[in-house]
């Protein structure tokens, strides 16, 4: 990869680090492509920044998801809360 090599002592899946490598050599492939950058170095610069974009937008999409879950069930909380409130009155008067 980059005109280098390397060994990595791991302790994953040997399909999950190929996926890994696809995903990261499909990404250097777009920047070469879309920039005309070949240098090995500024290639793998500009796809880790790249990734760690897509890291972060997905992190804050997934914020985004439990922050609105949260919310919704804080309401579903006060909602059970009240009508149970109703349901003991109710039969705190019979």
């Known amino acids: 990869m980059l005109g280098t090599s390397f060994v990595i002592s791991v302790d994953e899946d040997p399909l999950y680090l190929n996926a890994l490598l696809t995903r990261y050599q499909a990404v250097l492939d777009s920047v070469e492509k879309n920039t005309g950058v070949t240098d090995p170095l500024k290639q793998s ?18 914020n985004q998801h439990i922050n609105k879950e949260s919310t919704e069930l804080k309401k579903a909380a006060s909602i059970v809360t009240d009508l149970i409130e109703r349901i003991e009155a109710t039969l705190g008067k019979t």
């Open 45 to 62: 610069i500009i796809a880790g920044l790249l990734l760690c974009d897509e890291l972060e937008k997905a992190q804050r999409k997934l």
